[in-house]
């Protein structure tokens, strides 16, 4: 069959913006439990009261950050007595980052840089919500970064208890993360704790139908008809459900067409795929080690440069013999990291001692790449 070609003066998209991943679709499938979920914590506030925290837990690439803007977006465009304010913890990992941007959202532009103090931020925040007689929502999206910087506690108190000095100011948190081990009501203060008390909503992980039929959609909306044959999209799925990220899939089909276009071809080929692949399957790998802790990162990138320094398995005794070096880390702690890592599909763990504590380690994408992930630079440039 002759493959048609694409003149230079076209395209394959309708909206290359369909397959960004801060997308905000028309219409959002599979998360309909907890949308409803989500609804039931502002309905107070729609009412004139406090709306009701809330923490959105799901590994990465499960909706939860999707789900939180659709709501947000239904409430800018039908109430003006709530200000949904979203704040991601991966750029603003400081208490005045935070203020800054629910400051921003309330007063209409951001405070000075300089010569203004979080006090005075705080005051300006609680001040406004007094006078406008509105109440405030703010999404702390993967909030577990503020808790590994020990801000998390600090920001959450702050804002909950602005009604002590600022009475009638009306506060709520909704928290994203995407750390399933992290126990926010152990780890928290019971100060903390005591005007907190949020509801815990699951995004549980995407099954390969639900993928298809996201991309399906976006598809639909952001190509023209006959780019995606049923073939093709099945290859995108199955290397989709191989990292658990949806994320990956909506890059994975933005860059196959584009590597299509740049073909002059119609439709996507199979050499399309396998050359987006290469670009995209280190998404999940870059934004899965953004949510980790500094101690979970340095074991990973452990893993990875002994990877790099030897040829056969890896056994957890020796990975701990390395890790255990600095800083201290005792062996409980090493093996609830390891297991994370392997739930969060970056590392596969192998049991080859039945009963005992040893396992081997294989590590899920290239050592190099890895490690240039793992230092600073590399999560900045990712």
């Not at 925290?53 to 990465?60: F, K, M, Q, S």
């Not at 801000?151 to 009475?167: C, E, I, K």
């Not at 909704?174 to 008390?197: E, G, I, Q, Y």
């Not at 790998?285 to 500094?294: K, Y």
Request: aromatic share 8%; hydrophobic share 40%; charged share 25%.
């Amino acid at each position: 069959m002759r493959t048609r070609l694409l003149m230079s003066d076209q395209t394959l998209f309708r909206s290359i913006d369909v397959f960004e991943i801060d997308y905000a679709p028309e219409f959002f499938n599979y998360r309909e439990s907890q949308l409803k979920d989500l609804a039931y914590q502002i309905r107070p506030a729609l009412e004139g009261g406090r709306a009701l925290n809330a923490i959105c837990r799901g590994l990465p690439g499960t909706g939860k950050t999707t789900s939180v803007l659709r709501i947000f977006t239904e409430l800018e465009q039908t109430t003006k007595k709530i200000v949904p304010v979203y704040v991601n913890c991966q750029n603003d990992r400081t208490k005045y980052m935070v203020f800054s941007r629910v400051y921003a959202a309330i007063v209409g532009h951001a405070p000075a840089r300089t010569g203004i103090s979080i006090r005075s931020v705080m005051d300006a925040i609680g001040g406004a919500l007094q006078r406008q007689e509105k109440s405030l929502i703010v999404c702390l999206d993967d909030a577990n970064l503020l808790h590994y910087n020990n801000t998390l506690g600090d920001v959450v108190n702050s804002l909950l208890r602005l009604h002590q000095d600022y009475p009638g100011a009306r506060a709520a948190v909704f928290a994203t993360v995407s750390d399933m081990n992290l126990d926010l009501a152990a780890d928290l203060s019971k100060w903390v704790l005591s005007p907190f008390r949020p509801s815990d909503i699951y995004f549980p992980p995407y099954d390969a139908d639900e993928i298809r039929g996201i991309l399906q959609d976006r598809i639909r909306i952001g190509l023209y008809p006959g780019v995606f044959s049923v073939q093709m999209l099945d290859r995108i799925v199955e290397q989709t459900m191989e990292s658990g990220d949806v994320r990956v899939g909506l890059d994975l089909v933005k860059r196959a067409v584009l590597n299509a276009e740049c073909a002059a071809r119609t439709e996507v080929i199979e050499e399309d795929i396998a050359k987006a692949y290469e670009q995209a399957k280190h998404i999940h790998l870059a934004c899965t080690i953004r949510a980790l802790s500094t101690d979970e990162r340095l074991l990973l990138q452990r893993i990875a440069e002994l990877s790099q320094e030897q040829s056969g398995p890896l056994v957890s005794g020796a990975i701990y013999g390395r890790v255990e070096e600095t800083p201290k880390v005792g062996y409980t702690v090493f093996s609830r990291q390891l297991r994370k890592l392997d739930s969060l599909r970056l590392v596969d763990l192998i049991r080859v001692q039945a009963g005992g504590r040893t396992s081997e380690v294989a590590l899920r994408y290239e050592p190099e790449k890895v490690v240039q992930i793992c230092g600073k630079r590399g999560i900045a440039e990712e």
